[in-house]
């Protein structure tokens, strides 16, 4: 089977960001206009933080966009026998580690690993504890350690999800 490499959407990152980028400037003339920020720069009250909080969200949207679009890096790389997701790093999600895909109870834009028992617990003892904390904190909230989020991608959710499934059966069947 052919590789299938999967984008964001990338029409809506650019123009999201744009906006967050206004309501941070807005942010930071009411914050210099009101008195809260003086001219040495210190922070006094809440638009300017708001106004940095909009600043890095209109980055997390600029990222995978400049990413994409200048380095033709794929978000999503389905082969025949792994998942290669390249987020802020690469990781990649081997199929014969993978016990199912399914969708998570919370939201049916993330897409919920679940790995068989013995990656699953090298997982955790390999993770430091902060990463140890949040694979838990993740296996609770929403039944896998890892996901992979669908929002915003040129694949719609469950067509993601029936390609997923349909490369973890036919590897299993060349694999058994």
């Known amino acids: 089977m052919e590789n299938i490499k999967i984008y964001h959407s990338l029409g ?8 967050c980028f206004i309501v941070a400037g807005l942010c930071e003339l009411i914050a210099y206009g009101l008195g809260f920020l003086t001219l040495t720069g210190t922070v006094r009250w809440t638009p300017s933080l708001i106004g940095l909080f909009g600043v890095g969200l209109g980055f997390s949207f600029l990222i995978p966009w400049w990413k ?28 014969s580690a993978v016990k199912e895909f399914f969708f998570t109870d919370i939201t049916k834009q993330l897409i919920g690993i679940r790995y068989k028992e013995n990656v699953e617990a090298q997982k955790l003892e390999s993770a ?23 929002y915003r991608l040129s694949m719609k959710p469950q067509a993601l999800f029936d390609l997923l ?8 069947s060349t694999h058994a």
């Not at 809506?12 to 906006?19: C, E, L, N, S």
């Not at 380095?71 to 389905?78: D, M």
């Not at 490369?167 to 299993?172: H, I, M």
């Open 12 to 19: 809506r990152g650019p123009i999201i960001a744009a906006i």
């Open 68 to 95: 994409e679009k200048n380095k033709k890096i794929p978000f999503l790389e389905v082969t025949d026998d792994k998942v290669v997701m390249n987020s802020l790093k690469s990781w990649e999600i081997p199929f």
């Open 128 to 150: 430091h504890s902060a990463g140890n904390a949040v694979r838990q904190m993740n296996k609770m909230l929403i039944g896998a350690q890892e996901g992979i989020p669908t």
């Open 165 to 172: 499934n349909q490369r973890l059966e036919a590897y299993r």
